[in-house]
T-cell receptor
């Protein structure tokens, strides 16, 4: 089965770098997507990572692997909710999301 | 421009009303999705259509009835809803059921009185 976990909240100051983690478990070869949610805007794709060509994940059994997203020199406008989405065959699971707050 | 278009953006309905949410995409995608999103929560998958056939129904109550008239359109018919059904309803599409990113619409915000 598949599962996804994300850190709940992160607060940083403008100009900082921030890493948001997405820890997942999968019995297949998933693709991980990162989406950002701004108020009144569609979810927007930021990044994808495909595992289907990776041979070093124990034959399709992945446990607690992290697929992070890193943002450098963040601005106040980067404040949003960041979701990780795992797709494996016809299973699609969102993480709970990470709320990033950037203080001026 | 938003490539997945949802209408209406806002809908208020009573518990005895019948209404519909509409979704349209012109990217040639063959998989379309309905998600429900409550405040401060991630989207929850409701239905998936692949090649205009219902592929996934995540045990959604029958007061929600999806319809896929053609490869570009997806409807969600609403009847006898409850106040707890108030949420943002998101439509998404992807090139196929098994691969590719999901493209999301802005959503339809539903309030049930």
């Amino acid at each position: 089965s598949n599962s996804v976990k994300q850190t709940g909240q992160i607060t940083v100051s403008e100009g900082a770098s921030v890493t948001m983690n997405c820890t997942y478990t999968s019995t297949g070869y998933p693709t991980l997507f990162w989406y950002v949610e701004y108020p009144s805007k569609p979810l927007q794709l930021l990044q994808r990572e495909t595992m289907e060509n990776s041979k070093n994940f124990g034959g399709g059994n992945i446990k607690d692997k992290n697929s992070p997203i890193v943002k450098y020199s963040v601005q106040v406008s980067d404040s949003a909710v960041y979701y990780c989405l795992l797709r494996c065959h016809n299973d699609m699971r969102f993480g709970a999301g990470t709320r990033l707050t950037v203080k001026p | 421009d938003t490539e997945v278009t949802q209408t209406p953006k806002h809908l208020v309905m009573g518990m005895t009303n019948k209404k519909s949410l509409k979704c349209e995409q012109h990217m040639g995608h063959r998989a379309m999705y309905w998600y429900k999103q409550k405040a401060k929560k991630p989207p929850e998958l409701m239905f998936v259509y692949s090649y205009e056939k219902l592929s996934i129904n995540e045990s959604v109550p029958s007061r929600f009835s999806p319809e896929c008239p053609n490869s570009s359109l997806l409807n969600l018919h609403l009847h006898a809803l409850q106040p707890e059904d108030s949420a943002l309803y998101l439509c998404a599409s992807s090139s196929s059921l098994y691969t590719g990113e999901l493209f999301f619409g802005e959503g339809s915000r539903l309030t049930v009185l």
